[in-house]
């Protein structure tokens, strides 16, 4: 739950200098959007107990966060 929380906030920008404007491309919507279906995805996996969908859900998970820090915020690893 809490990746798909954390997914829906940045959707809304918060307080820092940039957050308003990465927020309203829709580059930053698209990852933020694959970051939900993603813990969407591990959430129903552990549910189901099924190790494979959650591989893959992992698998899903972190390019788009990678991406998203090089695309917007270089700096932050």
């Not at 918060?14 to 969407?40: E, K, M, R």
């Not at 899903?60 to 270089?74: A, G, M, R, S, T």
Request: proline share 6%; hydrophobic share 40%; glycine share 10%.
């Amino acid at each position: 739950n809490a990746v798909i929380e954390a997914g829906e906030t940045i959707k809304v920008g918060g307080t820092g200098p940039n957050d308003n404007t990465w927020a309203s491309d829709p580059a930053w919507d698209a990852f933020a959007d694959t970051l939900i279906g993603a813990g969407v995805d591990a959430r129903n996996a552990a549910n189901n107990k099924d190790i494979e969908a959650m591989y893959t859900a992992g698998d899903v998970l972190y390019p788009p966060c990678e991406e998203c820090h090089i695309q917007f915020h270089p700096g932050v690893q």
